[in-house]
């Protein structure tokens, strides 16, 4: 049996375990798998894991279809983790910010708005914020980045979502001028 299928039926047992009658049962096992599950580490620790294993990949001499193929395959693993991990987009988002930069006028249009997003996002008024950097791509014919469509979805609660447009707003003003 695999790994998967074994975590997957204790899963499973533990959900049905679930119940008003026995909460001494299976409390204390609940209380545990869902500090797995928000903690994160365990999802870095994997993260580490499989990155070593594409480093070891790339340095190999001889690069055949088939460790081509297997470098595809962990980059699409490392790109499933990082775009579910808040932590991973707030890097993302810092990097989108940085590069935004580069395109001067893309600069200049963030530059001009940066301190109405700035309150804006401290106010809460996501609507806005949202409005408001969607406009100044659209304005600059540019796309509108993956990290931020990622940024705006509705599963990140308020403090998240100021959080990633903070770091994207560092990412643009945090450059010294030349």
Not at 113 to 140: F, H, N, P, S, W
Not at 164 to 178: D, P, R
Request: glycine share 4%; with cysteine.
């Amino acid at each position: 049996m695999s790994i998967y299928k074994e975590i997957e039926d204790l899963l499973r047992r533990l959900y049905e375990s679930i119940s008003p009658t026995n909460l001494d049962e299976w409390y204390e096992d609940v209380k545990k798998v869902i500090g797995i599950f928000i903690r994160g580490e365990e999802i870095r620790e994997f993260l580490k894991k499989i990155e070593c294993v594409k480093k070891e990949l790339e340095q190999e001499r001889i690069t055949s279809s088939d460790t081509k193929e297997n470098i595809r395959k962990i980059n699409f693993l490392i790109s499933q983790i990082k775009s579910k991990e808040p932590d991973f987009l707030l890097e993302r988002l810092k990097q989108r910010g940085y590069e935004t930069t580069y395109d001067s006028g893309l600069k200049n249009a963030f530059k001009g708005q940066a301190l109405r997003i700035l309150e804006l996002t401290r106010l809460g008024k996501k609507d806005m914020v949202v409005q408001t950097i969607v406009r100044t791509y659209v304005a600059q014919r540019k796309p509108v980045p993956s990290e931020i469509i990622d940024a705006l979805k509705n599963e990140y609660n308020i403090e998240q979502f100021k959080a990633f447009i903070y770091a994207f707003l560092a990412g643009i003003t945090n450059i010294k001028e030349e």
